[in-house]
């Protein structure tokens, strides 16, 4: 019998990356790929074991179960905000609409300058809520899942509001875009 190759023969090559040409190719094919997957944008809020506020810009939110209903979101450990993560029972999730592109802009800046400001409030167990965001929902985290240098965060939500109705935020090709025509 004969060995199986680790890169299957035909294997197609991924474009260069515009950003980094000398990427390999699995990476690049990676990039190139999510770069034209569209995604919601979310906030996630929390306090670290200071009881400073952090919180960060992500596009993984998903919904994971209606009952109970959890949700997750992927972060990578060498993020600012990972060792809050880490440290905190309970977040903030934020769902975006267009008009809080500029929201999601500064809290995907420098940490330093995510909560100058009056763009949010303290919250349920004095976590930093957002204002004038679509919908938010308070959570506990059940787990942590390591996974390479990332992890998968579980939240089970607890409660929440609505701001207004928005078009919807999404973020495709490395830029914050609306939505086009309705089918």
Sequence with gaps: MSERTT?????????????DP?????LAAFKNAFRRHAAGVAVVTALDAQGRPVGFTATSLASMSAVPPLATFNMAKSASSWPAIVETERVVIHLL????????????????????GDHWRVGPYGLPVLNNVTSWMVGRIVERVSVHNAA??????EGGGL???DEA????ERR????GETL
């Design 22 to 26: 000398n990427a390999p190719g699995d």
């Design 7 to 19: 890169e299957p023969a035909g294997l197609p090559h991924a474009p260069a990356l515009d950003t």
């Design 97 to 116: 609409g267009l008009r809080n592109r500029t929201l999601a802009e500064r809290l995907a800046g420098p940490n330093t300058e995510r909560f100058v």
């Design 169 to 172: 935020l999404i973020y495709h």
């Design 163 to 165: 701001g207004e109705d």
């Design 152 to 157: 998968v965060v579980v939240v089970q939500i």
């Design 176 to 179: 914050y875009r609306a939505l």
